[in-house]
């Protein structure tokens, strides 16, 4: 399975800024996906970024809140805009299984961001 | 997503077994998964189970799959205190790459 780097591993951000949250995986995949963990929550996908595409955003999720780099196949950024206290989450990326299989979606180890 | 449910809590004796539960709605999933997300760490897949299977074993940990009721469970043989975490079962269907989670099960192992 891949890895995955994803950093910062957290940040404490000021109301109105935004915050690049980067991914770097150590092979070549073509699907990139994007988390958001609320305090106490669950996962919820916010938007699966292909390399040479728009990132495709989940409902209640837009472009313009949370815009998506996808370069490469080993790269992808999230950029969380404009924050709020609301935005205070575990960010967490994620790859699509070995070609072919179903398993071993594998993730990054999260950024905790604070909106203050 | 499609809904998947857990039980938030359950607190066991170190050296029990520990069985966590799920349901699932939606009748194509055909890929099932537990995930540990420990404080402060992202998530680690435990195991995967595809819907063709009934039980999967992998040495501490047995997955049971009962289809016809859309249940799931997990259950961790000789609990540790190292086992004490989040656990999400999670699911997709076979003709998407996304992953539905449940709101996560949080295991509390006391001595």
């Known amino acids: 399975s891949a890895v995955i780097s994803q950093k910062p591993s957290r940040d404490i951000c000021q109301r109105g800024t935004s915050l690049t949250i980067q991914c770097q995986v150590d092979s070549q995949v073509t699907m990139m996906f994007w988390y958001r963990q609320q305090p106490g929550q669950s996962l919820t996908l916010i938007a699966t970024?292909?390399?040479?595409?728009?990132?495709?955003?989940e409902s209640g999720f837009v472009i313009d809140k949370f815009p998506i780099s996808r370069p490469n196949l080993t790269f992808s950024t999230l950029t969380v805009s404009n924050m709020s206290p609301e935005d205070s989450s575990i960010y967490l990326c994620?790859?699509?299984?070995?070609?072919?299989?179903?398993?071993?979606?594998?993730f990054g180890s999260g950024t905790r961001l604070t909106v203050v | 997503g499609e809904d998947v449910e857990q039980s938030l809590f359950l607190s066991v004796r170190e050296g029990d077994s520990s069985v966590i539960n799920c349901t699932y709605t939606?009748?194509?999933?055909?890929?099932l998964y537990w995930y540990k997300q420990e404080p402060g760490a992202g998530l680690q897949l435990l195991t995967y189970i595809f819907s063709n299977m009934d039980m999967k074993q992998d040495q501490r940990l047995t997955v049971l799959l009962n289809k016809k009721d859309k249940h799931l469970s997990l259950r961790i043989a000789d609990t540790q205190t190292g086992d004490s975490a989040i656990y999400f079962c999670a699911e997709s269907p076979s003709n998407d790459y996304k992953l539905s989670f449940g709101a996560g099960t949080t295991v509390t192992v006391r001595a």
């Open positions: 994620s790859v699509e299984p070995d070609t072919g299989t179903h398993y071993g979606y594998t």
């Open positions: 970024a292909n390399q040479g595409s728009e990132a495709t955003y």
């Open positions: 939606d009748s194509s999933s055909t890929y």
